[in-house]
């Protein structure tokens, strides 16, 4: 069963942030919220994690809402190498990844 | 960071044939990798969990005696797919984790065609 629903696609300016939408309304108090992202034939790329307070790091922002049923990953200044699919994922910590279907990123020159 | 290396990148062979692709974790020890596979316009799909020193555990659907999975150290997992088809082909990949609040990290994937 699906955990979370992202958006199919989503279009973005190169240099300008690119916001993108998970919904988890059904998220458990011990599941955290992880962002991958995979680029065309290559392996998924970890992005960020967390669990209730907002993340920042080298790479990406993580917001999430108070009450934990939905969050957004922030690219801060999109690249056209940030062109991929990016896949939310809730899961318990130590548990396996289920990739769902993702959102296909789109940067436009 | 974490390095999660795969080999090899890509393989082909023909039908009938067992191919083995290694999954190594190089600055961590893992005492769990994952298998997935993926086919074209597809998401990944988890075909099963690596633990070291004991038994894989499959995913639904996925059959043990075809691929066969081996976790003989904590920085080396094997995937052999058996009897190779042309059905087989597909972008195998793996991953591993750390111990604790980490994050799981993947290789750059196998991409397998069967003749």
Redesign the interface.
């Known amino acids: 069963d699906a955990k979370t629903t992202q958006p199919t696609s989503m279009d973005c300016a190169e240099g300008r942030a690119a916001n993108l939408p998970c919904n988890h309304s059904t998220i458990s108090g011990n599941e955290y919220v992880?962002w991958?992202r995979?680029i065309h034939?290559?392996?998924?790329?970890?992005i960020i994690?967390g669990l209730k307070n907002n993340e920042t790091n080298e790479m990406a922002s993580l917001i999430i809402t108070e009450d934990r049923k939905s969050s957004t990953l922030i690219l801060p200044h999109a690249t056209l190498r940030d062109t991929a699919v990016y896949?939310c994922i809730v899961r318990p910590?130590?548990d396996?990844?289920?990739?769902?279907?993702?959102t296909r990123l789109h940067i436009l020159p | 960071g974490a390095v999660?290396s795969?080999h090899p990148s890509w393989v082909i062979c023909k039908s009938g044939t067992s191919v083995k692709i290694e999954c190594r974790s190089l600055d961590f020890q893992a005492t769990t990798m994952?298998w997935?596979r993926q086919f074209p316009k597809q998401?990944?799909?988890?075909m099963a969990?690596s633990n070291e020193g004991s038994k894989a555990t499959y995913e639904q659907g996925v059959e043990k005696d075809k691929f066969l999975i081996n976790h003989a150290s904590l920085t080396l997992s094997t995937l052999t797919v058996t009897s190779a088809h042309p059905e087989d082909s597909s972008?195998y990949?793996c991953?591993a984790?750390r111990e604790g609040?980490q994050?799981?990290?993947?290789?750059?994937?196998t991409?397998l065609s069967i003749l």
């Open positions: 992880y991958y995979q034939s290559q392996g998924p790329q970890y994690h896949y910590r130590d396996k990844i289920i990739f769902g279907k993702g | 999660v795969q994952f997935y998401s990944l799909m988890l969990t972008f990949i991953s984790k609040n994050p799981q990290h993947f290789g750059d994937g991409r």
